[in-house]
Antibody
Framework: QVQLQESGPGLVKASETLSLTCAVS?????????WGWIRQPPGKGLEWIGT???????YFNPSLESRVTMAVDTSKNQFSLMMRSVTAADTAVYFC????????????WGQGILVTVSS | DIQMTQSPSSLSASVGDRVTITCRAS??????LNWYQQKPGKAPKVLIY???SLQSRVPSRFSGSGSGTDFTLTISSLQPEDFATYYC?????????FGPGTRVDMK
């Protein structure tokens, strides 16, 4: 069974860098799928942040592209998100998810991790 | 970017009711539309993909229809476990935007 688990600090200071990791189990990250991050501010809707392939090809939301980096570590079967220069507006639950190649479905999700940006 | 809207933003219904949620895209996108269910404190779960295809292990009371700019999610007979928020998501082109959500609660 495919499982994803986010990890990282739950509190980040404004202007610093948010770093999260998503560990994947039950499926090899080297296989033909994409891996992505989606966030949800408290009480609000979902926002797609970006996607990375097993080979490292990335696609980002243009609204965040200048501050976001993603990477894949196939040796650990995990992928990561880094978001620079965070503000209070970046406070959200961050989900990692697997994305199918054809229909762009986010079919498996992590439980989510709340990241609060403090001033 | 493709903008997504949903209506209604919330609705109250009873067990056994037929529920219909509408999603509209700002531009035509064939059937590149998915539906998700999210319960409080949980990750979203995909119900319908490609506008009308039922995801594996999703009950058949859920169905989707539409193409172009207008899409519908229907729950034929609402069950207690269906009280949740529903989101549409366009998969036509990045950024893969979500609708604002429709909250279904108990009447």
């Amino acid at each position: 069974q495919v499982q994803l688990q986010e990890s990282g600090p739950g509190l980040v200071k404004a202007s610093e860098t948010l770093s999260l990791t998503c560990a994947v189990s039950g499926y090899s990250i080297r296989s033909e799928y994409y891996w992505g991050w989606i966030r949800q501010p408290p009480g609000k809707g979902l926002e797609w942040i970006g996607t990375i392939s097993h080979s490292g090809t990335t696609y980002f939301n243009p609204s965040l592209e200048s501050r976001v980096t993603m990477a894949v570590d196939t040796s650990k079967n995990q992928f990561s998100l880094m978001m620079r220069s965070v503000t209070a507006a970046d406070t959200a639950v961050y989900f990692c998810a697997r994305r199918t190649v054809g229909a762009t479905i986010f079919d498996y999700w992590g439980q989510g991790i709340l990241v609060t940006v403090s001033s | 970017d493709i903008q997504m809207t949903q209506s209604p933003s919330s609705l109250s219904a009873s067990v056994g009711d037929r529920v219909t949620i509408t999603c509209r895209a700002s531009q035509s996108m064939s059937t590149f539309l998915n539906w998700y269910q999210q319960k409080p404190g949980k990750a979203p779960k995909v119900l319908i993909y490609a506008a009308s295809s039922l995801q594996s292990r999703v009950p058949s009371r859920f169905s989707g229809s539409g193409s172009g700019t207008d899409f519908t999610l229907t729950i034929s007979s609402l069950q207690p476990e269906d009280f949740a928020t529903y989101y549409c998501q366009q998969s036509h082109s990045p950024p893969f935007t979500f609708g604002p959500g429709t909250r279904v609660d108990m009447k």
